[in-house]
Nanobody, 125 residues
Framework: QVQLLESGGGSVQAGGSLRLACAAS????????IGWFRQAPGKEREGVAA????????AYADSVKGRFTISQDVAKTTVYLQMNSLKPEDTAVYYC??????????????????WGQGTQVTVSS
């Protein structure tokens, strides 16, 4: 079992940046996936970015490629999502999630077992 806590959300104007953090209650295992997801009002939760601790590989949704970067700290207990060039359509509640299950579908909600409570990101035009 692992608890996840997101922080770093807030309000920013279009073109601005925010960095979200996901703190885990324990060090994430060698072969764990950590993902960032978001859910806008009236929409389904969608995968934004994912990180695999085994190979330090990453995956991104097309909508955020080149603007968002996922990374992990040295202690392997915090995962960050650096968000640059933010757009109004990035407005959503952002969640981090983790799983130790093997999967090829890193950005699928169903492939994650542990979830944080979410942090609001609002981008104004």
């Amino acid at each position: 079992q692992v608890q996840l806590l997101e922080s770093g959300g807030g309000s920013v104007q279009a073109g601005g940046s925010l960095r979200l953090a996901c703190a885990a209650s324990r060090s994430l295992g060698r072969n764990s996936r950590i993902g960032w997801f978001r859910q806008a009002p009236g929409k389904e939760r969608e995968g934004v970015a994912a990180f695999y601790t085994g190979t330090y590989s990453t995956a991104y949704a097309d909508s955020v490629k080149g603007r968002f970067t996922i990374s992990q700290d040295v202690a392997k207990t915090t995962v960050y999502l650096q968000m640059n060039s933010l757009k109004p359509e990035d407005t959503a509640v952002y969640y981090c999630a983790a799983s130790s299950r093997g999967s090829h579908w890193w950005l699928w909600v169903s492939e994650y077992d542990y979830w944080g409570q979410g942090t609001q990101v609002t981008v104004s035009s």
